[in-house]
């Protein structure tokens, strides 16, 4: 039940409920089952690195044009790098792609890098999608929709899920939104 509640709560974006539940639940002097135990400390753990201020898991993929990608290269070469979870058939992520597009387009030399990781499973069509949403920016896919490693890592349940990563590689932003980096941005005084 803790694990189901720091799950729920992780992804209905009550993250001081998780935190609590942490500190005073899962860090501290226990009895019961030690496989449950270790469970919840696994759920737990990777529930704070993807919190604010945390470094998340690294990202390293071959990339859509053959390259090699890793996220944490990207961060430190770059004042913010926004990691973007999507597909080719999610219909939010399809909205969301001329602004994502604009956003890069009007920021990426100002030092702002995007990563987008599909969970698409069909290699033609998250391909294709790239090319159609005009997506220039860095492109990795784990090929398993949302049982891929890199997925599971985020904790990604739907798209687009959106990460703001700094150049220390911490998470600055969690947005539900690319107008919430835009912003983030204007309020760090981008234009």
């Given at each position: 039940v803790l694990n189901q509640m720091l799950t729920g709560f992780y992804e209905s974006n009550m993250e001081t409920i998780?935190?609590?539940i942490i500190d005073n639940y899962v860090h501290g002097d226990s009895c019961g089952d030690a496989d449950l135990s270790n469970v919840i400390k696994s759920t737990a753990e990777s529930i704070q690195r993807l919190s604010l201020g945390n470094t998340p898991p690294n990202i390293q993929l071959t990339g859509n044009s053959g390259q090699a990608v890793d996220l944490y290269a990207l961060a430190a070469?770059?004042?913010?790098?926004?990691?973007?979870?999507?597909?080719?058939?999610?219909?939010?992520?399809?909205?969301?792609?001329?602004?994502?597009?604009?956003?890069?387009?009007?920021?990426?030399?100002?030092?702002?890098e995007i990563l987008g990781v599909s969970i698409d499973r069909n290699q033609t069509a998250w391909e294709t999608a790239i090319q159609e949403?005009?997506?220039?920016?860095?492109?990795?896919?784990?090929?398993?929709?949302?049982q891929s490693p890199v997925a599971k890592d985020y904790r990604i349940s739907r798209t687009p899920t959106f990460f703001l990563l700094d150049a220390n590689k911490k998470i600055v932003l969690k947005p539900k939104g690319i107008r919430e980096v835009q912003a983030f941005l204007k309020q760090k005084g981008w234009k």
């Open positions: 998780c935190a609590f070469a770059n004042k913010y790098t926004l990691v973007m979870f999507w597909s080719s058939f999610c219909e939010h992520c399809k909205g969301e792609a001329p602004e994502v597009k604009a956003c890069y387009d009007q920021w990426h030399s100002k030092g702002l949403r005009g997506f220039t920016f860095p492109n990795v896919c784990g090929m398993k929709e949302y």
